[in-house]
């Protein structure tokens, strides 16, 4: 089983829909949590962090779930620009490796 | 937050030769790191780059093919040895900023394609 998991897509949505991504992670004493985006030719950026408590910015909205092992993130009212691939990130607690996932193309319908 | 600058951005390499890749903080990061991403492909972790010591490889990468140096705590360079097209990829560097919230930052990339 691969550390982190991700639905590869595509997701094709329309515009103004709201669409969730999942990501699961095999590692337990996982520390901390991310979502990126990357679009075509670029390199990653932080969309946001991920916390217990659950996080907004925005349309975009991040939850952890630690018991299932499960981080998502939602994006309301979709976009064009939304179009791009989100990363999901997992920092490893035991040696500070960044892991990623292989990522979830995401394509906005006008 | 931290910025950096990579070069090259882009360039074309012939086969059999190597290139250095150069990465540059704009403040002091205890570790930086070193990513492979090919065409369709998620990023791969080559090496985190120690300051002082020598760079940490990942399973399936060695030092002879990829040598890092990090002189300092804001400069790192990587050496893509002995070229052949599967190394044709986009290599970025990266930094982990562990104080007010974890977070990585990437470098816009170098994107190299051999011939």
């Known amino acids: 089983r691969k550390e982190v998991e991700q639905d590869p897509g595509p997701f094709n949505v329309p515009e103004g829909a709201t669409v969730a991504f999942n990501c699961t992670y095999s590692?337990?004493?996982?520390?901390?949590f991310f979502w990126y985006r990357q679009d075509c030719r670029k390199e990653p950026k932080l969309l946001m962090s991920?916390?217990?408590s659950g996080n907004e910015d925005g349309r975009f909205t991040a939850q952890l779930n630690r018991a299932s092992q499960y981080i998502s993130l939602l994006i309301r009212d979709s976009k064009l620009s939304d179009s791009a691939t989100y990363l999901c990130?997992?920092?490893?607690?035991?040696?500070?490796?960044?892991?990623f996932g292989k990522g979830t193309r995401l394509h906005i319908l006008p | 937050s931290a910025v950096i600058s990579q070069k090259p951005s882009r360039d074309i390499c012939q086969r059999g030769t190597s290139l250095t890749i150069q990465c540059q903080v704009d403040?002091?990061?205890?570790?930086m790191f070193w990513y492979r991403q090919q065409p369709g492909q998620s990023l791969t972790l080559i090496a985190t780059?120690?300051?002082?010591?020598?760079?940490?490889?990942e399973s399936g990468f060695v030092i002879d093919k990829f040598p890092i140096s990090r002189p300092n705590l804001t400069f790192s360079t990587l050496t893509v040895s002995n070229m052949s097209p599967e190394d044709s990829s986009i290599y970025l560097c990266?930094?982990?900023?562990?104080?007010?919230?974890?977070?990585?930052?990437f470098g816009e990339g170098s994107w190299l394609t051999v011939v």
């Open positions: 990130v997992v920092l490893r607690n035991r040696d500070d490796k960044i892991i």
């Open positions: 990266s930094v982990g900023l562990w104080n007010s919230g974890n977070t990585i930052y």
């Open positions: 780059a120690n300051q002082g010591s020598e760079a940490t490889y």
């Open positions: 590692n337990s004493a996982s520390q901390s």
């Open positions: 991920v916390y217990s």
């Open positions: 403040s002091q990061v205890t570790m």
